[in-house]
């Protein structure tokens, strides 16, 4: 492991339907290290994936991946990199049509000419990685949440990805799967040296595999360091955030004019519901 | 006078948005189209001709029957006031090639398979297949739009002609078997009459545009959609509704270019 950045994001400008996501944003994602990027809901974590991803251009910016900028590559050579690229959707993203082993075989069967046996060897080993071998015959229909996620894990990783990103990998789990997405995430990245991205609100599952955390807050990175780090960070906004508190600097309430007046206020003399 | 002002200018934001859109299909169109001949391509556009044209088949024809016997009694009734009805055939093939066949299976095409393919391309662009795809380094305009842009182009003009084809064996069905034209005149006049280049062909011309328009039409509203259960059922309602509107303006125009200047 090196601390050679392998993503780096320069001064990101980023809007969408006319509110600023990213108001400058900077980042340096070391090799072969998970680093995670946190938040509250609504902060446009996922945006970020898909503009590092290159699916999404910023206003200004860059986006470097082992020192090319993504979103000056031409189309072709975009998805030339983003074969050194995987990616775990939050809702797994699986292709319907095909069952689980022709998913995991799908990168495998576009991008490389393997022999047959060769294909089935490596599909059986990445499924067996994430403990699915059984269910190499399954539709995605007929998988579990944690399942189908799972499955898009070997499906991330079949070629052997220099990069993942994770977005909200574990949201919506039951605590089981949860735990095992946890140890899967820490033991493909060890093992194959992988460079993580993780995309997530769940503070303990994610505090607990990264080695380095940023936190934006209103389009700006508002706290970077490790878990630990954080952990004691003077700011209230992140204390509140890594703390799990309901209200504080981030307000629980959406913004809206005074309680009082708005309860007494004449809905008619408003022009009836607002 | 600012509400003048203020409703030229949401005139104005809707043609900025029309015009944008069509270029948005334009690129779309021309970025999907160019698609490497390969095998596993050629895999693929026969399995889309499969689900496109083949599936297809039994609705089309059977509405080229029903047509073609329609045809047959409606031109029985008039001809026979004049005692023309030896001209049965010659009605009946020229309507059939020259107009309602490209067009009504244009029609139906749009219905059966134009809906089916938004709603597919939509569905995958919800559940995020298409991006997933994109993500590892598959272009999903090679991979699932061409394809299925292909096998539309290639399946409508197969089904135009078997439509016809069905068509005029339903005339001579009602025609001949059933009202008696003698059978002799029904095929003769019909075979003086129809011009090879000037009919099959043009209806084929026509139906190769249909088919280009059409299949364009239900790709780009799949891909463009807004990815939620409403933004599907919009843009599948979309194609049909373009769809069929672009086939009978178009078959307008190219009617006054083919046929605009025979007597």
């Known amino acids: 492991m090196t601390d050679v950045p392998f993503v780096e994001i320069e001064d990101l400008h980023f809007t969408f339907g006319g509110r600023e996501v990213f108001r400058g944003i900077n980042m340096a994602i070391p090799y072969g290290r998970i680093t995670a990027i946190m938040g509250p809901s609504g902060t446009g ?88 071998r059984g269910a190499r015959t399954l539709t995605p229909a007929e998988l579990s949440g944690g399942m189908a996620r799972r499955v898009a894990l070997a499906r991330a990783v079949a070629l052997d990805p220099e990069l993942i990103l994770y977005d909200e990998p574990f949201v919506g789990q039951d605590p089981i799967s949860m735990g095992v997405l946890v140890e899967l995430i820490r033991r493909l990245s060890q093992a194959l040296e992988l460079t993580s991205i ?10 607990s595999i990264a080695d380095y955390v940023y936190l934006i807050s209103d389009g700006k990175v508002v706290a970077e360091g490790t878990p630990k780090s954080l952990d004691t960070h003077a700011d209230p906004r992140v204390s509140q955030f890594v703390h799990g508190e309901p209200d504080g600097p981030v307000p629980f309430h959406y913004p809206a004019p005074d309680f009082y007046s708005d309860i007494l206020d004449d809905a008619t003399a408003s022009g009836g519901h607002p | 006078m600012t509400k003048g002002i203020e409703s030229l200018a949401r005139w104005g934001r809707k043609g900025c948005d029309a015009s944008e859109s069509l270029g948005r299909a334009g690129i779309f169109l021309a970025q999907s189209a160019v698609a490497v001949p390969s095998r596993e ?62 067009v009504v299976a244009a029609l139906l095409f749009a219905g059966r398979a134009g809906s089916a393919l938004t709603a597919e391309i939509g569905l ?100 463009d959609l807004v990815p939620t259960s409403e933004g599907i059922s919009r843009a599948t309602t979309r194609t049909v509704v373009y769809s069929s509107l672009a086939v009978l303006g178009l078959d307008f125009v190219l009617t006054v270019v083919m046929f605009g200047g025979l007597s």
Do not use: C
């Open chain 1, 198 to 207: 993780v995309v997530s609100h769940d503070i303990k599952e994610t505090l």
């Open chain 2, 41 to 102: 391509g050629l895999r693929l556009w026969l399995h889309q001709v499969y689900f496109v044209g083949v599936l297809s088949l039994a609705i089309v024809l059977v509405s080229g029957l029903f047509i073609g016997m329609v045809l047959a009694l409606q031109g029985y009734t008039i001809l026979v006031d004049f005692g023309a009805e030896q001209a049965l055939g010659q009605m009946v093939a020229l309507s059939l090639l020259r107009e309602l066949a490209p």
């Open chain 2, 124 to 223: 995958m662009k919800a559940t995020e297949q298409l991006t997933s795809m994109e993500m590892i380094g598959v272009d999903p305009l090679r991979r699932i739009v061409a394809p299925r842009l292909w096998a539309g182009f290639v399946s409508l003009p197969i089904l135009t002609v078997g439509f016809s084809v069905v068509g005029i064996w339903g005339g001579y069905l009602v025609g001949v078997e059933w009202l008696g034209v003698f059978e002799g005149s029904y095929w003769s006049n019909m075979q003086a009459s129809v011009s090879f280049l000037d009919d099959v062909g043009n209806g084929i011309i026509k139906s190769l545009v249909f088919a280009l328009v059409v299949t364009w039409i239900a790709v780009f509203q799949g891909y």
């Open chain 1, 45 to 132: 974590k996922t945006t970020l994936l898909k503009l590092i991803g290159g699916q999404l251009t910023p206003d200004s910016g860059r986006v470097l991946i082992d020192g090319q900028d993504v979103h000056r590559l031409s189309r072709k050579a975009l998805f030339e990199l983003r074969k050194r690229m995987g990616m775990l959707f939050q809702s797994g993203a699986l292709f319907s049509d095909l069952d689980v082993f022709e998913n995991v075989a799908f990168p495998l069967r576009v991008h490389t000419d393997l022999p047959e046996p060769m294909i089935r060897d490596l599909v059986l080993l990445k499924l067996q990685s994430v403990g699915l």
